[in-house]
Protein backbone atom coordinates (compact mmCIF):
# COMPACT_ATOMS: atom_id res chain seq x y z
CA UNK A 1 0.00 0.00 0.00
CA UNK A 2 1.24 3.63 -0.88
CA UNK A 3 2.25 5.09 2.29
CA UNK A 4 1.80 9.34 2.03
CA UNK A 5 4.75 10.81 2.07
CA UNK A 6 4.65 13.76 4.85
CA UNK A 7 7.03 17.17 5.20
CA UNK A 8 7.16 18.64 8.53
CA UNK A 9 8.03 22.64 7.92
CA UNK A 10 7.54 24.81 11.54
CA UNK A 11 10.74 27.16 12.93
CA UNK A 12 9.37 25.46 16.63
CA UNK A 13 10.89 21.72 17.78
CA UNK A 14 8.28 20.93 19.86
CA UNK A 15 5.55 21.68 17.74
CA UNK A 16 7.41 19.94 15.16
CA UNK A 17 7.73 16.63 17.98
CA UNK A 18 4.24 16.91 18.87
CA UNK A 19 3.40 16.43 15.16
CA UNK A 20 5.42 13.53 14.25
CA UNK A 21 4.61 11.89 17.70
CA UNK A 22 0.60 12.30 16.13
CA UNK A 23 1.73 10.93 13.16
CA UNK A 24 2.73 7.63 14.34
CA UNK A 25 -0.70 6.39 15.24
CA UNK A 26 -1.24 6.47 11.02
CA UNK A 27 0.72 3.09 9.95
CA UNK A 28 0.13 4.45 6.07
CA UNK A 29 2.06 8.41 6.57
CA UNK A 30 5.69 8.61 6.89
CA UNK A 31 7.79 11.37 7.47
CA UNK A 32 10.53 12.46 4.68
CA UNK A 33 11.84 15.05 6.88
CA UNK A 34 11.42 17.96 9.25
CA UNK A 35 12.65 21.76 8.60
CA UNK A 36 13.20 24.49 10.60
CA UNK A 37 12.51 27.13 7.60
CA UNK A 38 10.67 26.96 3.88
CA UNK A 39 14.35 27.78 2.65
CA UNK A 40 15.40 24.25 3.23
CA UNK A 41 11.88 23.02 2.16
CA UNK A 42 12.49 24.29 -1.02
CA UNK A 43 15.43 22.04 -1.08
CA UNK A 44 13.71 18.88 0.15
CA UNK A 45 10.84 19.04 -2.58
CA UNK A 46 13.32 19.77 -5.39
CA UNK A 47 14.68 16.11 -4.90
CA UNK A 48 11.97 14.41 -2.66
CA UNK A 49 8.45 13.54 -3.56
CA UNK A 50 6.40 14.83 -0.98
CA UNK A 51 2.52 14.09 -0.59
CA UNK A 52 1.34 16.07 2.09
CA UNK A 53 2.84 19.41 4.06
CA UNK A 54 2.33 20.57 7.60
CA UNK A 55 3.34 23.92 7.01
CA UNK A 56 3.73 26.33 10.11
CA UNK A 57 3.13 30.27 8.99
CA UNK A 58 5.15 32.22 11.03
CA UNK A 59 8.46 31.36 10.23
CA UNK A 60 12.08 33.17 9.79
CA UNK A 61 12.68 35.11 6.56
CA UNK A 62 9.92 33.70 4.49
CA UNK A 63 6.08 33.06 5.40
CA UNK A 64 4.59 29.54 5.36
CA UNK A 65 1.67 31.39 3.41
CA UNK A 66 4.59 33.41 1.08
CA UNK A 67 6.42 30.23 0.86
CA UNK A 68 2.96 28.15 -0.49
CA UNK A 69 2.16 31.21 -2.82
CA UNK A 70 5.92 30.41 -4.68
CA UNK A 71 5.35 27.08 -5.63
CA UNK A 72 3.54 26.10 -8.75
CA UNK A 73 2.16 22.50 -7.97
CA UNK A 74 2.01 22.54 -4.51
CA UNK A 75 1.35 18.91 -2.77
CA UNK A 76 -1.92 19.00 0.04
CA UNK A 77 -1.14 21.75 2.73
CA UNK A 78 -2.15 21.76 6.40
CA UNK A 79 -1.66 24.18 8.46
CA UNK A 80 -0.16 24.35 12.05
CA UNK A 81 -0.06 28.05 13.41
CA UNK A 82 -0.89 29.78 16.45
CA UNK A 83 -2.16 32.76 14.64
CA UNK A 84 -5.85 32.63 13.88
CA UNK A 85 -5.69 35.75 11.90
CA UNK A 86 -4.51 34.03 8.71
CA UNK A 87 -7.61 31.35 8.19
CA UNK A 88 -8.88 33.11 5.86
CA UNK A 89 -5.90 33.47 3.77
CA UNK A 90 -5.49 30.00 4.78
CA UNK A 91 -8.41 28.91 2.90
CA UNK A 92 -8.11 31.35 -0.08
CA UNK A 93 -4.51 29.35 -0.84
CA UNK A 94 -6.64 26.43 -0.97
CA UNK A 95 -5.39 24.42 2.11
CA UNK A 96 -6.66 21.01 3.31
CA UNK A 97 -6.78 22.43 7.33
CA UNK A 98 -5.93 25.25 9.47
CA UNK A 99 -4.55 23.73 12.83
CA UNK A 100 -4.49 26.08 15.44
CA UNK A 101 -1.30 25.54 18.44
CA UNK A 102 -1.70 23.90 20.50
CA UNK A 103 -3.07 20.90 18.39
CA UNK A 104 -4.59 18.73 20.16
CA UNK A 105 -4.89 15.11 18.83
CA UNK A 106 -9.08 14.64 18.30
CA UNK A 107 -8.11 17.75 15.63
CA UNK A 108 -5.46 16.26 13.98
CA UNK A 109 -7.87 13.12 13.41
CA UNK A 110 -10.19 15.59 11.78
CA UNK A 111 -7.69 16.84 9.64
CA UNK A 112 -5.96 13.91 8.58
CA UNK A 113 -9.66 12.39 7.63
CA UNK A 114 -10.17 15.69 5.36
CA UNK A 115 -7.04 14.82 3.51
CA UNK A 116 -8.32 11.07 3.42
CA UNK A 117 -10.75 11.97 2.00
CA UNK A 118 -9.46 14.68 -0.57
CA UNK A 119 -7.32 12.21 -2.05
CA UNK A 120 -9.88 9.10 -1.97
CA UNK A 121 -12.14 11.08 -4.32
CA UNK A 122 -9.05 12.30 -6.06
CA UNK A 123 -10.26 16.00 -6.67
CA UNK A 124 -8.26 18.93 -5.90
CA UNK A 125 -8.89 20.54 -3.26
CA UNK A 126 -10.96 24.09 -3.79
CA UNK A 127 -12.20 26.54 -1.08
CA UNK A 128 -15.81 25.71 -1.66
CA UNK A 129 -15.11 22.07 -0.78
CA UNK A 130 -13.74 23.42 2.79
CA UNK A 131 -15.95 26.14 3.18
CA UNK A 132 -14.87 27.84 6.73
CA UNK A 133 -18.96 28.64 7.26
CA UNK A 134 -20.48 25.19 6.98
CA UNK A 135 -17.29 22.82 8.99
CA UNK A 136 -19.22 20.38 11.44
CA UNK A 137 -18.49 19.89 15.07
CA UNK A 138 -18.99 16.71 16.95
CA UNK A 139 -18.65 16.82 20.71
CA UNK A 140 -20.68 14.38 23.15
CA UNK A 141 -23.25 15.41 25.06
CA UNK A 142 -26.08 13.41 27.39
CA UNK A 143 -24.62 10.04 26.53
CA UNK A 144 -24.36 11.06 22.66
CA UNK A 145 -22.25 12.06 20.35
CA UNK A 146 -24.24 15.41 18.67
CA UNK A 147 -23.24 16.56 14.83
CA UNK A 148 -23.74 20.60 14.79
CA UNK A 149 -22.99 22.94 11.69
CA UNK A 150 -21.18 25.48 13.10
CA UNK A 151 -23.26 27.98 11.47
CA UNK A 152 -26.23 27.27 13.97
CA UNK A 153 -24.14 28.07 16.81
CA UNK A 154 -24.40 31.29 18.27
CA UNK A 155 -22.24 31.01 21.22
CA UNK A 156 -20.48 29.28 23.69
CA UNK A 157 -20.57 29.22 27.26
CA UNK A 158 -17.74 28.47 29.20
CA UNK A 159 -18.45 27.22 33.44
CA UNK A 160 -15.26 25.95 34.76
CA UNK A 161 -14.21 22.31 33.01
CA UNK A 162 -17.65 22.59 31.44
CA UNK A 163 -18.96 24.69 28.11
CA UNK A 164 -22.74 25.57 26.96
CA UNK A 165 -23.49 25.36 23.30
CA UNK A 166 -25.93 27.71 22.51
CA UNK A 167 -27.48 27.69 18.95
CA UNK A 168 -30.99 29.67 18.00
CA UNK A 169 -33.60 26.86 19.66
CA UNK A 170 -31.03 24.78 22.00
CA UNK A 171 -28.30 24.35 23.82
CA UNK A 172 -25.66 22.03 25.05
CA UNK A 173 -23.87 20.76 27.85
CA UNK A 174 -20.31 19.36 27.13
CA UNK A 175 -17.49 18.51 29.49
CA UNK A 176 -14.71 20.47 27.63
CA UNK A 177 -12.52 23.86 28.16
CA UNK A 178 -12.99 26.61 26.34
CA UNK A 179 -9.49 26.57 24.98
CA UNK A 180 -10.08 23.14 24.07
CA UNK A 181 -12.95 24.03 21.73
CA UNK A 182 -11.68 27.41 20.25
CA UNK A 183 -9.06 25.31 18.84
CA UNK A 184 -12.19 23.27 17.06
CA UNK A 185 -14.07 26.43 15.77
CA UNK A 186 -13.83 27.51 12.50
CA UNK A 187 -12.07 31.34 11.52
CA UNK A 188 -16.47 32.62 12.10
CA UNK A 189 -15.56 32.46 15.89
CA UNK A 190 -13.89 34.68 18.59
CA UNK A 191 -13.53 35.35 21.75
CA UNK A 192 -14.97 38.54 23.49
CA UNK A 193 -14.60 37.77 27.56
CA UNK A 194 -12.91 34.54 29.47
CA UNK A 195 -16.33 32.87 29.67
CA UNK A 196 -17.56 33.96 26.38
CA UNK A 197 -17.30 32.91 22.59
CA UNK A 198 -19.20 34.44 19.81
CA UNK A 199 -20.26 33.06 15.95
CA UNK A 200 -19.47 36.70 14.51
CA UNK A 201 -22.12 36.25 11.74
CA UNK A 202 -24.81 35.92 14.88
CA UNK A 203 -23.62 39.77 15.28
CA UNK A 204 -26.48 42.68 15.39
CA UNK A 205 -24.81 45.33 17.34
CA UNK A 206 -22.08 45.88 19.42
CA UNK A 207 -21.11 48.60 22.00
CA UNK A 208 -17.97 49.34 24.00
CA UNK A 209 -19.21 47.03 26.61
CA UNK A 210 -21.60 44.29 25.06
CA UNK A 211 -22.59 42.42 22.10
CA UNK A 212 -26.03 42.01 20.59
CA UNK A 213 -26.59 38.61 19.11
CA UNK A 214 -29.69 37.10 17.57
CA UNK A 215 -31.07 35.71 20.72
CA UNK A 216 -28.73 37.47 23.61
CA UNK A 217 -26.71 40.43 24.93
CA UNK A 218 -23.08 39.31 26.11
CA UNK A 219 -20.35 41.68 27.79
CA UNK A 220 -17.24 42.06 26.21
CA UNK A 221 -14.18 41.50 28.87
CA UNK A 222 -11.90 44.39 29.30
CA UNK A 223 -8.89 42.68 27.54
CA UNK A 224 -10.82 41.34 24.70
CA UNK A 225 -12.38 45.25 23.25
CA UNK A 226 -9.45 45.50 20.49
CA UNK A 227 -10.61 42.08 19.38
CA UNK A 228 -14.30 43.79 18.81
CA UNK A 229 -12.57 46.97 17.42
CA UNK A 230 -10.93 44.86 14.71
CA UNK A 231 -13.97 43.19 13.91
Known amino acids: MHKVRCLIIDDEAIAQRIIVSYLKDFENFEIVDTCLNAIEAIKILEK???????????MPRLKGTSFLKTLKNPPPVIFTTAHREYALEGFE??????????ISFERFIKAINKFKKISKLNVHVTSSSIDPTSDILYFKSDRKTIKLNQSKISHIEGMN???????????????KTMTE??????????????????????????SKENVEL????????????TVIRNL
Do not use: C, Q, W
Open 161 to 175: NYIIIHTIKEKHIVY
Open 214 to 225: SNTNLPIGKTYK
Open 48 to 58: EKIDLIFLDIE
Open 181 to 206: VINELNANFVRIHKSFIINKLMIKSF
Open 93 to 102: LEVIDYLLKP
